[in-house]
Every structure is written in structure tokens, then in C-alpha cells.
């Protein structure tokens, strides 16, 4: 097959063609603001100003703003942490050293060799009014997909002419480079994506992104050109410009929300709610037993990582979506692996919560603080009215003391019925679970 020819007019200024209707079919385009959402980076690795991009990115429960770019914008390949880093503009942002952070793995050992590592973050504090900057939304399922295919867009600065000087060390702040996009076929392994999307210089850390349910949502940050062949291969690859990115997945969103300090690691989940037995009750996975079951008492029960796995742009403001991540225990074995993900069940046929090896929709539920309530529900609105809602509910009722003294901890009962006291869960009509704040996050 002759390898794809990108046309000349996938590349063009942003100001001129990003709002175009025919160029992003099927977006909301109330949502699409790519000079807002993208920003072009100046600092200085020794030699004088360079530039590089980052942007955006929506991320519940910041509380600063989130840039994602390139680790290469921010340590050089000497290990030598970027000075006067500055985001450009009207008003330029300067950028202190603590922060940006590094993913570890390439800060230990920057260049090439460490390309699917090369990812950092910057941290903005926000206004008076704590208004978060309009972001990209992000689908971790995306992130996490091996094999991904289609169509992706990249958008970034090109270099700046006129660069920072002694007597004006930000540079002309009005004087970006040209914001630029481009878009082609692209591929990912879970790790990496691949691309047919041609890029400049001074676009690395650009967002890599695609149309999915309506919004612009990034799946990579663009990070290295091709690689160079050799032999016979050498001219077909300068021809396809396969350009590659680091695909955002567990990894790199488990990095980013820990240096945002957001998301809960390796939490137990304890039911808060008046009358339970005073040891607590936990939500529990045994080794061998396919369901999850409760448990009276902390000991030896289940830690989960709570991340937010799909948002929209900011501006979206709709409710972002969690998942819950199981730590299988080492004594388990690998034969009693059952997967990594709580999947919830609360359909009649099946009534109950599981464990699956794939991130599934099944998985996703947001998050809410009921009003005035006991804090713990996890209900799904069967009809999208509000009023059919199924609750999960866990007890405690087929122990009895003396099988708690015994040693006898674990009981089956977790299900699904009506919410508890007849409670209307309120949620906007969706496919997806709401789980309302009622249980504790106990540290392990």
C-alpha cells in the first residue's frame, strides 16, 4: 500500500480555520476554543530561549490549572531543570521550579530512549474568582485502549521569531508563534501513539487529540518526530512523518493527579451510617469468590484508587465520571487474578459488584454528595426519570456476634433494591451509576 499523503490544507493557522464547521464535524463547537485551551512555552536550557507548547486539561477537584507538555520543555538532556519558564501572552505567567513536575522516569534519564516518559505538568494558580481556564476533557478508556485507531488532530505554537532578550527577558508577550493544526491517521499501543500528523518546531507538548461525544478530547501529548530508519525504509519513512506521543494512560494520569494532589490511592471503603456494628463495615474482595461481599472490621479488607476517568471540557460543566481501582493482594496467586476494575451490577439478572480485567462502562460512576443525607449511596436511575432508582445496599444481618468472635467476618450480602428510606437520588439521565459520598476513605 503507497503510504498516505497528508494535503498541504490539513496544516493552517488556528485564528483562520479552527472554528470552521466542515473541520471539526460532530464537535460542540460552543466547546472548542483551541487558543484558550493551548498555550506556547518560553524557557531556557542554557543556550538561550526556546519554545515549546502545553495545554489544558480538565481535571475535577484541582486546585490550580493543569498544563500537560512535554517533559523535553522542562529538563534538558544534561538534567538540567528549565529556567525562566514562562507562559506566553497578553500577560505572560512565570513559572517557578516547584511548579512543574517531571515524570520520574525520564527526569532520571532524559532523552530519546525515555520517549514514552517524557511527560510533565505545570501548575497555575487561578484568579480571585477560582475559575478554572477552559481544558480538554480526557477518556482514560481511550488512554488505556491497545489498540487504537483513527483520526487524531494536533495542535501547537510554532517557534517565536523574536525571542527573550537581557532587557526583556519574557520576550514581546504579544508576539506568539503561529498556533497551527494538523490532523491524520493514528494509532496507539496503550503506551504510545503513532501518527500521519505533520508537526513543527515548537509544537512539542502539543495536545493529541480526537472527536468523542461531541467534545475535543485529548488522548496524547505529542512529544518526538519520527523515528529514523535506516536501509531501504529510510525514504518511505521521511514520507509518512510518523510522529509519536505519549498516550495518556493509568500511568500518566496516576502521576498527574498525585503532583495535583487529587484522587484517592489505596483507600478502604467503610460504610458511614448510624447502627452499623462498631467494628465498621467494609467492602471486601476474597481471594477465590467472584463478587465482592462485606466485611466486619478493617482487617485484611480491599484498598481501591479512586480516579476520575472521563471528564469534558470545563466549560462543559457536567458531572466527570470515576472508576475504582481493586489492589489484588500478593498472597493472592496469579491463578485468583479476577481483574482490576469494580464493575457494578444492578440489574435484577445480576445484583451485585464484580471485578473485571477491562475498563468497561460498567465501571464508571460519578460521584456526589447527597443532601442532608447519610453520606453512602451507590444508585443507578433504571429510567433516566429520577425515580426508579436501585441503591446498592450492604449488611451485616446473617452474622451474628458470636460467628464475629469466631473469626466469622465475610457475609454476601451486597445487592442491589429501592433506595434506602425511599431517597430520590437525583441524577440527569444517563447509562452510568451515582455513587453519593456515604462511605469513609480509610488510608490503609
Known amino acids: 500500500m503507497a503510504p498516505m499523503k497528508i494535503p498541504a490544507i490539513a496544516v493552517y493557522p488556528t485564528r483562520a480555520k479552527v472554528k470552521d464547521a466542515e473541520t471539526f464535524e460532530g464537535l460542540d463547537k460552543a466547546q472548542l476554543d483551541l487558543e484558550k485551551m493551548v498555550v506556547q512555552l518560553s524557557f531556557d536550557q542554557g543556550k538561550g530561549e526556546l519554545n515549546g507548547t502545553g495545554f ?136 504510545q501513539l503513532v501518527y500521519e500528523a505533520d508537526t513543527e518546531q515548537g509544537m512539542s507538548g502539543s495536545p493529541v487529540w480526537v472527536e468523542h461525544n461531541g467534545y475535543p478530547t485529548v488522548v496524547g501529548i505529542h512529544n518526538h518526530g519520527a523515528e529514523k530508519e535506516k536501509g531501504k525504509n529510510a525514504d518511505q519513512g521521511k514520507k509518512k512523518k510518523r510522529n509519536r ?62 480516579l476520575p476517568t472521563y471528564t469534558k471540557t470545563t466549560a462543559a460543566n457536567t458531572m466527570p465520571l470515576y472508576a475504582f481501582y481493586f489492589h489484588q493482594p500478593s498472597e493472592w496467586g496469579r491463578e485468583y487474578y479476577q481483574g482490576e476494575w469494580v464493575r457494578w451490577q444492578p440489574l435484577d439478572s445480576q445484583n451485585n459488584v464484580v471485578l473485571t480485567k477491562r475498563l468497561e462502562d460498567a465501571c464508571l460512576v460519578r460521584i456526589t454528595p447527597g443532601p442532608g443525607a447519610p453520606p453512602f449511596r451507590i444508585a443507578q436511575d433504571q429510567k433516566g426519570n429520577g425515580k426508579d432508582v436501585r441503591g446498592l445496599r450492604v449488611n451485616s444481618e446473617n452474622l451474628s456476634d458470636q460467628d464475629i468472635e469466631g473469626g466469622i467476618v465475610d457475609t454476601s450480602e451486597v445487592s442491589f433494591g429501592p433506595d434506602m428510606k425511599g431517597r430520590v437520588v437525583k441524577v440527569t439521565p444517563s447509562p452510568f451509576l451515582t455513587l453519593a459520598l456515604s462511605w469513609d476513605y480509610i488510608t490503609a
Open 56 to 191: 489544558y486539561v480538565n481535571l475535577p477537584g484541582a486546585k490550580e490549572d493543569i498544563i500537560l507538555t512535554a517533559a523535553h520543555n522542562l529538563i534538558g538532556e544534561t538534567k538540567q531543570r528549565s529556567t525562566s519558564l514562562c507562559i506566553l501572552g497578553s500577560v505572560p505567567i512565570t513559572i517557578p521550579d516547584e511548579k512543574f513536575k517531571i515524570c520520574s522516569r525520564y527526569e532520571d534519564d532524559p532523552g530519546q530512549k525515555q520517549a514514552v516518559y517524557d511527560y510533565g505538568a505545570i501548575f497555575v494558580p487561578r484568579g480571585a474568582n477560582n475559575q478554572p481556564k477552559l481544558g480538554f476533557g480526557y477518556s482514560l478508556k481511550l488512554g488505556m485502549d491497545e489498540d487504537l485507531k483513527g483520526r487524531v488532530h494536533v495542535t501547537g505554537y510554532k517557534g517565536r521569531e523574536k525571542k527573550a532578550t537581557p532587557k526583556n527577558p519574557a520576550g514581546a508577550a504579544s508576539n506568539l508563534g503561529e498556533l497551527v493544526e494538523s490532523s491524520g491517521r493514528y494509532s496507539g499501543d496503550g503506551s
Open 245 to 306: 506521543g505519549t498516550q495518556i494512560n493509568l500511568n500518566v494520569l496516576r502521576d498527574v493527579c498525585r503532583w495535583a494532589g487529587i484522587g484517592q490511592f489505596g483507600k478502604r471503603l467503610r460504610v458511614k451510617q448510624n447502627g452499623v456494628r462498631p467494628q465498621g463495615l467494609y467492602l471486601n474482595f476474597s481471594m477465590g469468590i467472584s463478587f465482592a461481599r462485606v466485611r466486619v472490621g478493617a482487617e485484611g479488607t480491599s484498598t481501591f484508587d479512586i
